[in-house]
Each structure stands twice: as structure tokens, then as C-alpha cells.
């Protein structure tokens, strides 16, 4: 993902210009947005070209090798063709080869390097090259932006970050490594900043972790308050008050990493109720003990079958996303096969599937029986064929069903037709809905407005549907 972000606030015309590129997944994004809407508030404006800056911030991607070389070029682009480049994110927490750090090794020309979350470090840096600029409404006014800050977004979807870091030391993952330990945000902030989104126009909100599950662990579960309240720092308090907090605005939630622990059975009657969208996102990685064992995930001892059917038995509608590895380390293919003997018994609705990439830094690589590249994607693609059948097959049954669709895409007022999610895909990773052009002369569709639509075929990983 990579976007040249342009705050909407206009500022006075000698203020410095910032260029922003920002890379990796939402935590990333939402990092890029704390930095964009500092610098907005304190007057520095973005450029749209690396030359049209006065510098450049890269925040960077580190988690595998294909996401490292992004970050490295795109570094290098900045510095031939601006030259004051500061870089942030996971990348500038990693150590290289030599042992100092990575980036510095590779582009040491670089003003600064910081991990990432690290608002403050980055506009200190930015301080130091770029002073900041004076503008007299600025300074006289506190921070204007509101908890809600800038968004990289679209503005009818948002992600909201509940905790940074994560408690667990899964072998083939680096993250705790950059990011450190699980640290959860102070429940009160996290509801308001979810009320602000509500209020400016969000529609769809989605809240993303290392580990949803585990928010709260490190802060024994704390009581805080909001809204004049006391409220527990758990998932199944925040889940619920973010339902409460939505539904006036009629606003979907939407769990993204969420383990297969117990204590998720208590989140499911609250999507049963409609409180909460029936989604969740599990990233399960495998279904062998052994090979969960290998990989040390949470979890691991769970007997997910079970309790996938114990879940679909509370609320039927549940649609389940996960992600897996193919050709882990040591993987047979008796073990393999029990992985895609698990999907189609699983029916996970939405599965994506990595071959295994041994990341620098990752314990995994010392497992024995590091399989050959070409097997693994192999197992991969075999991977793929199966769950994809299964997808197909589930998305198939929903034609002649009538949902509520969020329209994405609507050029000219929908009417010649437009693109949408159902409730069973998240943006940017799942499938869509191709709405058809309404038939009645007065229906509209509009970007962040729901529209209810007759599903009428499904083709590939996408539904159609006709407005109604
Ligand atoms: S749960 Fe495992 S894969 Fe996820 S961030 Fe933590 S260590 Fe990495």
C-alpha cells in the first residue's frame, strides 16, 4: 500500500512542504495518519512529488522480504530525487548484516531513523531539519483536529488502533521484535476517538491489533471510563460500547485479529444481536498441533473445529476470514493435507495463503526441514485451489439473498451501477459487490451511504447485485 497523503487544511503560503509515502498494513496506515495530522496542525503542508518537498518521510514496512525492498527503493527514490529523507515505521527498528541499524546501512544519508509508532521522534526530527512554520491561527489555537486526526481512508471507513506490540513469539514473525510487547490504549481514548470517527462520517469502523484478544492483558483489564462511565480495558467491554457508541449512527464494527481464545465466545451473542458486524477475522496459520506447535502460536492447544461450529450454531450469519502459511518448516505432507482437509471442513469464508518466506531475524529458520521454494509455492497454490472452492461455494449460496451493501464507488450517482461490501468483506482485503445500475429511475447510490441490493450472481471472489 503506498499513498502521497494532502491534508485538506490549507495553510499560509511561505509553510514548509512535507512529502509523505506511506507503506504496510493498517497499523502502519494509522501511524502515518497521528504524523500527517500533527504536521497539519502545526502548519506544514504536503507535497504531491518528492522534488516539490522540502523533505521527504518514508514510513516503512519490515515484516517480509518482498516489504523490505519496497521500503529500501522507495528510500532510495526519495533521496535521488529530493535528498532530505526521514524514515520511520517497522523497517527502522530493524538491524542489518553488520549488526547497527538497517536502513543507516543502506542509505546512510538518510536525517533520521525511527522505529515505529513514533509520532513525537519524527516531528523532532522534523523540528531539526524543517523548522516548524508560524502561522498566527495556528498558534494561537490548540490542536483543532480532534481526536479523530487526519485519515488516509476513505472518509466513510476508518481503522482504529486499540493496542500496539504483541505478548506472543510466534516463530516465523519479527513484529514483537520492532513493535515490542503488547501495550493497550487507555479504553477511554480508544471509545472517544471511535465516537469522533462516528461523527465525522464514518461508516464502517475497524479495529485492528497485533491481538485483539488480548487487549488489556498488560493493564490487568483496568477499569477506565468514558462518556462519564466506568468500562473495563477487555475486549468484550470495548466491543460492546463500540456497538452501543455505532448504532445511532447506524455504522458497522468490524474485529480484525482475533485469536481463537474462550473468552471470544462471549463476542459472538453480540453478533447474533447485530450489535457487532457477524465477521471476524482469525489469522489461524495452520490446523496441525504440531505444526502449531512449531510455529508457537496463540492458541495453539484450541480446538478450533469445535468451536468455529460452536460459533456458526450462535449466529449462523458468521463469516470467517483467516490467514495461513503453506510449507512451513518441517510441514509433511500428511500435515499439509490436514490443513486442507481443515479448510474445507472449517468452510472458511475468505482464506489468503502465504508461502513460507524465512524473514530475516524469524527463529523458524533454524527449524529443520526447510522445504524448497518451488514446494512451497507449490502447496501454496494447492492451498489456494481448495479454499477457493470453498469460498465460491459459500458466496454462491447468497445469490437470491437481499443484503445491506456499503457503496465504496458510486460514479455519477450510481447510475450506471457502482461497487459495494456486504458485511462478509472488509476493504481492500476481501471481495465486493458489483452493483448494476438501479432500476427504478429515482433510486441514487452514493459513496458511504448503505443501499439494500438483490444479490443476482456471484462471479470469481465478488458478488452482483441489483439496488433496490
Ligand atoms: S501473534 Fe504471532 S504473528 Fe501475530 S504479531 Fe504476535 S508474534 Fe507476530
Given amino acids: 500500500m503506498s ?90 527498528a530493524k538491524t542489518g548484516d553488520q549488526g547497527g541499524n538497517l536502513v543507516r546501512q543502506m542509505h546512510p544519508s538518510v536525517l533520521a531513523v525511527t522505529g515505529p509508532h513514533a509520532t513525537q521522534e519524527v516531528m523532532d526530527a ?35 488502533k486499540i493496542s500496539e506490540g504483541c505478548n506472543h513469539r510466534c516463530t516465523f514473525c519479527i513484529i514483537p521484535s520492532m513493535r515490542g510487547d503488547l501495550v493497550s490504549r487507555p479504553v477511554g481514548d480508544v471509545l472517544g476517538e471511535a465516537k469522533a470517527l462516528f461523527e465525522g462520517g464514518v461508516k464502517e469502523l475497524l479495529v485492528i491489533s497485533q491481538d485483539t484478544s488480548a487487549y488489556g492483558v498488560d493493564v490487568k483489564y483496568r477499569t477506565g471510563f468514558w462518556d462519564g462511565k466506568p468500562v473495563k480495558t477487555r475486549m468484550l467491554e470495548l466491543v460492546r460500547t463500540l456497538g452501543e457508541i455505532a448504532e445511532p449512527y447506524g455504522a458497522w464494527v468490524r474485529l480484525h485479529y482475533v485469536y481463537p481464545y474462550p473468552s471470544v465466545d462471549e463476542i459472538i451473542p453480540l453478533m447474533a444481536s447485530g450489535q457487532v458486524l457477524p ?90 526441514g526447510m522445504l524448497p521454494p518451488a514446494e512451497r509455492e507449490a502447496r501454496r497454490a494447492r492451498f489456494m485451489e481448495v479454499a477457493e472452492a470453498v469460498s465460491i461455494a459459500k458466496l454462491r449460496q447468497r445469490v437470491g439473498a437481499t443484503m445491506q451493501v456499503l457503496v465504496d464507488s458510486a460514479p455519477g450517482m450510481g447510475r450506471k451501477g457502482g461497487v459495494g461490501r456486504t458485511y462478509a468483506d472488509a476493504p481492500e482485503i476481501d471481495g465486493t459487490v458489483r452493483l448494476l445500475p438501479p432500476e427504478k ?23 452482483i447485485a441489483l439496488p433496490i
Fill in 3 to 92: 499513498e502521497v497523503a494532502s491534508p485538506e487544511r490549507t495553510a499560509t503560503p511561505a509553510a514548509p512542504k512535507v512529502g509523505f509515502v506511506s507503506l504496510g498494513c493498517p497499523k502502519a496506515l494509522t501511524d502515518s495518519e497521528l504524523i500527517l495530522t500533527q504536521l497539519s496542525a502545526e502548519g506544514y503542508r504536503t507535497a504531491k512529488t518528492f522534488e516539490g518537498a522540502d523533505l521527504v518521510i518514508v514510513n516503512t514496512c519490515g515484516f517480509i522480504d518482498d516489504a523490505v525492498k519496497e521500503s529500501l527503493d522507495t528510500i532510495g527514490e526519495a533521496l535521488a530525487e529530493n535528498g532530505r529523507v526521514i524514515v520511520t515505521g517497522c523497517l527502522g
Fill in 126 to 160: 522534523v523540528h531539526a531539519n524543517l523548522p516548524k512554520p508560524h502561522d498566527p491561527f495556528v498558534d494561537l489555537v490548540p490542536n483543532t483536529f480532534g481526536i479523530a486526526g487526519l485519515k488516509l481512508t476513505p472518509r466513510h471507513y476508518a481503522y482504529l
Fill in 279 to 368: 465477521y471476524l477475522d482469525v489469522p489461524l496459520q495452520h490446523s496441525h498441533p504440531d505444526v502449531l506447535k512449531r510455529m508457537k502460536r496463540p492458541a495453539s492447544g484450541e480446538k478450533n473445529l469445535e468451536r468455529l461450529a460452536r460459533w456458526r450454531e450462535v449466529c449462523p450469519e458468521l463469516v470467517i476470514r483467516s490467514t495461513f502459511i503453506a510449507g512451513f518448516p518441517g510441514e509433511t505432507e500428511q500435515e499439509f493435507e490436514h490443513l486442507l482437509d481443515f479448510i474445507r471442513e472449517a468452510q472458511i469464508d475468505r482464506a489468503g495463503c502465504f508461502a513460507y518466506s524465512p524473514v530475516a531475524g524469524a527463529t523458524a529458520n533454524d527449524i529443520p
Fill in 441 to 463: 429511475i429515482s433510486k441514487t447510490l452514493k459513496v458511504g451511504e448503505f443501499t439494500r441490493a438483490r444479490i443476482v450472481g456471484a462471479e470469481g471472489h465478488d458478488l
